[in-house]
């Protein structure tokens, strides 16, 4: 009886530790924001992270992306926030 081994590409992981980096800048967001927009900008990062953690062995090189859109979005809610709703630091 052979057991197959699927080999699991690296991109998931990076694409992973990079969600843990774009996590500090959301929950550093206090600083600027109102508890409740850090609030809405936690979920947010959370549903990238499911998403992320979904696409994790069917495709992995997705998972690449996810950071760089958490980081997008991140940074045009916090720069209209600041704009729009006069959020400071």
């Not at 843990?20 to 600027?32: I, K, P, Q, R």
């Not at 994790?56 to 916090?78: D, E, I, N, S």
Request: glycine share 10%; charged share 5%; net charge positive.
């Amino acid at each position: 009886m052979a057991i197959q081994q699927r080999r699991v590409s690296p991109w998931g992981f990076v694409g992973l530790c990079g969600m843990v980096a774009v996590f500090f800048l959301y929950a550093a967001s206090g600083l600027v924001a109102p508890w409740w927009a850090v609030g809405v900008l936690l979920v947010l990062w959370l549903v990238m992270l499911v998403m992320a953690c979904r696409w994790f062995v069917p495709y992995p090189k997705r998972t690449l992306v996810m950071p760089v859109v958490a980081l997008v979005v991140w940074f045009g809610a916090v720069s209209a926030g600041g704009a729009l709703l006069g959020w400071t630091a």
